[in-house]
Each structure stands twice: as structure tokens, then as C-alpha cells.
């Protein structure tokens, strides 16, 4: 009968393979255990990263969404404060004209048109307003206001209407100012630009759009009825009291009367609002649905591990033990 054995270095060798191999399944499991995470990605997924970088790709994707959701949400409800204080200040304006030209009082009738031409300036300043360093309301040039400022705007009402005979000719010189075509609010007033802004993307399936400019036709209406009753004041007319108080009553009823359109404006922002609303939405179900799928690919199953990692435990503590007990073992122990 032939007996094999091996050398005492061959065997340490043996036994220092076997400890450093159990060693490394120990490491592994307890970074598995500790993380959450497979270590070894490539054999978990067979080779196949096709998926996983799938997942990943549309996780990116969908955080660059998820910064320009957040940047149209921004930029609307912005706008959408801003046409509401224009809403607010034209309407609050409108009842107090009203009030102002069946008073009778002289007072009454300064005091307001003076307080029309602060708001004609906060209109002009909230359309010029500014969200992350960009124009709202001058189309796609963002980088300049789209109103020149309001003093200078003024000036050029008074010398549109200069010479005009009649509160009927006043009010018609302030239309061609500010609605006709080739008019003075479009060739000097207005800076921004004729095209409007790209729609924002949002997702794969929705865009919010924002097709309002400070040249629409419900802004200019607002600017125009604002100037309209500031020129009450304006010496170069030289108008009578009765005069002015048909001017401030034409002013409020204009005014009064646009304020369905600033609603429709306004609504028509919500609807866009609503959409970013129900994209993100999405974005986070999107994004729930992919960390989940990562997680199935990635993720070592922390029962299992904890039961492989108490059973390699074991079997270090058997090589120590083994190992021990071999190295005890001597021939003039064997014959003593």
C-alpha cells in the first residue's frame, strides 16, 4: 500500500491558502453585510452590464428633469406673481377712478391720477423683473429687460398725445402708442424679443410653454389704461376738471373690463404650472421605478449574506483551530 504525504512546507502553504481564501469570502460578505451591495458586480450580473447601464443612463436623465422642472417651476410661478400684482394694481385702480369721477372732487381726482402714474411705474418695473438671472417677459432675450424704464416711457405717452383736442383724442393717440403695429411702444418702448420662449422640457412626454410677453395684447391694454389716467395731471394737455374726470372714467371702465383677459393670462399660466406639477410627479415615480430596479441588480441580500458570513466565521475559527493543533504536532511528542 502506497502512503502519500506532503512536506511541512507544502503544508503550511496548504494552510495558508485555505486561511487567506476564507478570509477573503469573510471580507466580502461583511462589505456585502455592511453596504448593502454586491461586490462583485460583474459575476452578480454574468457580464451582462447592458441593463444596469441602462438604469443609470435614464437616472441621469431624469435628474437633469428634475433641475429643469424645478426651473420652470421657478420661472412660472414668478410670472404668475408678477401678472397677479399687475392684476391687483390695475383692478384696485380702476374702482378708485370710478370713485374719483363720480365724486366731484378735485382732490379725489389728483390724488388718483397721481396714484396712476406709481402704478403705470410698478407695472413697468414688475415686467422688468428678473428670476435666475433671467427676462421673464421679453421673449427669448433673457438677458436684458424688455421695457425701457417707465419715465421714459411717459415721455413719450405725453408727446404721443400732445396736441390731441379731446379726452377723444387723447385716448386715440394712446392706442396707436401702444396697439398699433409699428407704434411707439413697439419701435421704443418695447426691447425684448418678437419670438417667444422654447417650450421647457420637463420629460420624454411633457413640455410647459410660456408665449407670454410684455407686448401682449392684456399687458399693453394695462399699460395703456394706467398712462391713460396718469395724463389726467399732465400739464401739456391742459385739461378741465370735467375733462379729467372723463378721462379717469374712461381709464376705469378700460381697465375694469380687462381684467377677465388678465385672468385668462393667469389661468393659462396655472394650466402650465399644473403640467410641471404632474411631471414631476412622474419624474419621481419614474425614478422610484429605476433605484428599484438598481437596487434588484446591485443589491446582495442581507439574510443570506449574514447567514454565509456566520458560516465562513465558523470555518475561520475551525482552520485556526486545525491549524493549532497541527502545529503542536511533533515526532518526540508522537513517541514520548
Do not use: C, W
Not at 80 to 108: C, F, R, Y
Not at 168 to 173: F, G, N, R
Amino acid at each position: 500500500m502506497t502512503i502519500t504525504s506532503i512536506g511541512d512546507m507544502a503544508q503550511h502553504l496548504m494552510n495558508t491558502r485555505r486561511t487567506t481564501s476564507v478570509k477573503q469570502d469573510l471580507n466580502r460578505l461583511a462589505y456585502e453585510l455592511s453596504s448593502g451591495r454586491k461586490e462583485d458586480v460583474a459575476k452578480a450580473l454574468k457580464g451582462d452590464f447592458n441593463m444596469l447601464a441602462g438604469v443609470e443612463r435614464q437616472l441621469t436623465v431624469l435628474e437633469g428633469y428634475d433641475i429643469a422642472s424645478k426651473d420652470a417651476e421657478l420661472f412660472l410661478e414668478t410670472a404668475q406673481s408678477t401678472v397677479g400684482q399687475v392684476q391687483a394694481i390695475t383692478s384696485e385702480l380702476g374702482q378708485d377712478l370710478m370713485t374719483a369721477s363720480v365724486s366731484g372732487l378735485k382732490a379725489s381726482v389728483v390724488s388718483v391720477a397721481t396714484n396712476a402714474s406709481n402704478d403705470f411705474d410698478a407695472i413697468v418695473s414688475a415686467l422688468n423683473g428678473r428670476v435666475a438671472d433671467r427676462s421673464m417677459f421679453g421673449g427669448t432675450a433673457t438677458d436684458a429687460a424688455p421695457l425701457i424704464d417707465a419715465d421714459t416711457m411717459m415721455a413719450q405717452i405725453s408727446a404721443a398725445a400732445a396736441g390731441s383736442l379731446n379726452v377723444s383724442d387723447i385716448v386715440t393717440a394712446l392706442d396707436d402708442y401702444f396697439m398699433a403695429p409699428g407704434g411707439g411702444f413697439e419701435t421704443g418702448a418695447y426691447l425684448g424679443s418678437a419670438n417667444d420662449l422654447a417650450p421647457m422640457r420637463l420629460n420624454d412626454n411633457q413640455a410647459a410653454e410660456f408665449n407670454f410677453r410684455a407686448d401682449s395684447t392684456e399687458l399693453r391694454e394695462a399699460m395703456r389704461d394706467t398712462a391713460l389716467a396718469a395724463l389726467a395731471l399732465d400739464p401739456g394737455l391742459n385739461l378741465t376738471f370735467d375733462e379729467q374726470k372723463h378721462l379717469l372714467r374712461t381709464a376705469s371702465e378700460s381697465l375694469l373690463t380687462g381684467q377677465d383677459n388678465l385672468t385668462t393670462v393667469r389661468a393659462d399660466i396655472g394650466f402650465n404650472q399644473e403640467r410641471v406639477e404632474n411631471a414631476m410627479a412622474e419624474n419621481s415615480l419614474s425614478r422610484s421605478s429605476m433605484l428599484m430596479t438598481q437596487s434588484d441588480l446591485l443589491s446582495a441580500d442581507q439574510t443570506d449574506v449574514a447567514g454565509k458570513l456566520q458560516a465562513v466565521q465558523v470555518q475561520l475559527e475551525m482552520v485556526y483551530t486545525i491549524t493549532a493543533r497541527l502545529s503542536q504536532l511533533t515526532l518526540a511528542n508522537y513517541v514520548r
